[in-house]
């Protein structure tokens, strides 16, 4: 388990530091957040969000601001948020978020990935109880934290657990809580560095490393995919 998530964890980690790739995905959740509830930060929870996230990658202003005015314009109407689920190499389930303007030629896309790595697409839904959907929460401790005391005021919002790794904070709850607990950490005065919403496998399963590097191809080729926000996987 350990030499395989460490496999993942670094090969995660090579994919989402192409910036180039990052930045025009993060545009699009602010674009459709914005198209959604509205263009003002502080009215929408959403797209606050969106921007956080965006900072946290060091993504300019001036991205932000455009990607915050495109929701009024013809662009940020095009925009919707479509999910594909397949099977891939080795039986690896794989759910793919997308935010698209063109989702037949999201969905061709997504699909060859799939077919030139032996591996199938199968109907949207089939694979939801094979993940939970989780709201994830991330911060940096302050000097005087205690998770005890933080526990007890998230837990009417929703919190799940509590997590600490690599000197960092891991709030956990359900996707639908995410708004509630999004607003009680902004009370608690807890500075959020990054929060989303993530699909974590119910059973997940261990690959070798030589089937974890065919696995990967695939995945680089999704994450590559301009449409393509977020892959998830029952990767142990």
């Not at 790739?21 to 459709?32: D, N």
């Not at 490393?209 to 994450?223: A, R, S, T, V, W």
Request: proline share 4%.
């Amino acid at each position: 388990m350990g030499r395989a998530f460490e496999y993942r964890r670094a090969a995660k980690e090579k994919r989402w530091d192409k910036m180039s790739k990052i930045f025009p995905k993060l545009a699009r959740s602010i674009t459709i957040a914005a198209k959604e509830g509205g263009t003002d930060p502080d009215m929408n929870a959403k797209l606050r969000t969106a921007i956080q996230n965006a900072k946290t990658q060091n993504m300019p202003k001036d991205n932000i601001e455009a990607a915050i005015k495109r929701a009024d314009g013809k662009d940020g109407d095009d925009y919707v948020e479509v999910l594909y689920e397949g099977k891939g190499p080795h039986g690896v389930l794989v759910v793919v978020e997308c935010a698209t303007d063109n989702s037949t030629r999201t969905v061709a896309n997504v699909k060859s990935y799939f077919n030139k790595a032996d591996g199938s697409l199968v109907p949207t839904g089939s694979l939801d109880y094979m993940f939970d959907h989780k709201a994830v929460f991330e911060f940096v401790p302050p000097d005087d934290f205690d998770p005890e005391e933080l526990e007890l005021e998230l837990i009417d919002a929703g919190l799940e657990e509590i997590e600490e790794n690599d000197d960092k904070i891991y709030i956990y709850g359900d996707y639908t809580n995410f708004g509630s607990l999004s607003q009680a950490l902004e009370e608690q005065g807890i500075e959020v560095e990054k929060s989303t919403l993530q699909r974590f496998p119910t059973t997940p399963v261990e690959f070798s490393e030589e089937q974890l590097e065919e696995i990967e191809k695939m995945l680089d080729k999704l994450e590559d995919d301009d449409d393509v926000q977020a892959v998830y996987t029952n990767i142990e």
